[in-house]
């Protein structure tokens, strides 16, 4: 494990008020968004999409690396060069989901364990021959009237550390995603104890696995109400109790915190993403790693149609700028119009 690459790494995909395009869809998501628009399913659309969002001009002067599926790191731009080859020369770190899905976990009813480390050493080398740099893993705990049961916590912060020692080991800094859907009619407050929770033994377990935490980067869910919450919380609110629980439990070292969107609209994630960054003395940047919340806009505009790509691009460009001054505190609501 080279400590200092790995820490160069993960300082490099946070750095300048950058963020993280996610762009590593499984099948099965990207056939449900596709379907959701009528856009036909099959590869050469998966790959016209995807090619269509990583040229789009300007982008890496706000997105520092993006998160690419196991189809889609081999697949080529229309120019005919390898996506993490484009990726490199335009300044965008290729990054790859190794995760093999959120499955039912075992005697649990309504709990998720995340599946995927048979084999990953080797696929780890794979993926680094083809150009990532660093990988993502997604672990989902849900809350509802008598979850998350500490097993399932327990489980899947295993799974993660895990999935971690094995990236450092092949000098890929590891995204750690533990994700409590806002999925429920639970309020912040709930939602801050359980990520509070799964945030401490997550972090207890990498410890013990002995993952470097400056060759790491968090990506959590924001403390926010549930989905269907009567009272949902203010942008202050949710800043106050995110940084309160990153605080709690994120230790210095870690380079960099890169939010999911999870279902937030996109003005709600630049919005709070925004608000948390205005509250200042963080030990860590603090950005977004958005999937939902910079493609969805874009990704209608687009409709499976290329003669719409340079519409398409203006769209998924000017959320990327939005989110990077969101990343640096300089966002306002008022700039969408603009
Ligand atoms: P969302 O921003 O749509 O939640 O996706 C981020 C992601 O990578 C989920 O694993």
């Given at each position: 494990m080279n400590v200092k690459k790995l820490n160069e790494t993960a300082k490099e995909m946070v750095a300048n008020c950058k963020g993280i395009l996610a762009i590593d869809e499984s099948h099965g998501t990207c056939k449900k968004r596709f379907e959701s628009l009528n856009i036909p399913v099959n590869e050469e659309n998966r790959r016209s999409y995807r090619d269509m969002l990583i040229t789009a001009e300007s982008l890496s002067n706000f997105i520092s690396g993006a998160i690419l599926f196991d189809e889609t790191i081999q697949q080529k731009t229309s120019d005919n060069i390898s996506f993490p080859e484009h990726m490199k020369k335009i300044g965008i770190i290729p990054g790859i989901k190794v995760d093999a899905g959120a499955k039912n976990f075992s005697c649990h009813p309504n709990e998720k364990i995340t599946e995927g480390l048979d084999g990953l050493a080797e696929r780890m080398l794979k993926y680094k021959e083809l150009g990532a740099r660093f990988a993502k893993w997604r672990a989902v705990i849900t809350i509802d009237n008598s979850i998350p049961s500490d097993a399932c916590i327990i489980a899947n912060a295993h799974a993660l550390a895990r999935y971690a020692s094995i990236c450092q080991e092949a000098d890929i800094v590891p995204i750690v995603e533990p994700e409590v859907l806002m999925d429920g009619n639970h309020d912040i407050l709930k939602c801050f104890d359980v990520t509070n929770k799964t945030q401490s033994i997550v972090f207890e377990t990498l410890d013990k696995l002995d993952?470097?935490?400056?060759g790491i980067i968090l990506k959590p869910n924001m403390i926010t109400s549930g989905s269907n919450c009567e009272d949902q919380a203010s942008t202050e609110q949710i800043a106050e109790l995110t940084i309160k629980c990153l605080a709690n439990n994120v230790p210095k070292d870690v380079p960099g915190i890169a939010f999911l969107s999870g279902g937030q609209s996109d003005e709600n994630a630049s919005n709070n993403l925004n608000s948390i960054n205005m509250i200042n003395n963080n030990p860590w940047k603090v950005t977004f790693s958005y999937g939902r919340a910079l493609q969805l806009e874009a990704m209608k505009k687009w409709s499976g149609n290329n003669n719409n790509n340079l519409e398409a691009q203006k769209i998924i460009a000017k959320r990327a700028y939005l989110n990077s001054l969101a990343a640096c505190g300089k966002y306002s609501l008022e700039l969408e119009n603009s």
């Open positions: 993952v470097n935490f400056s």
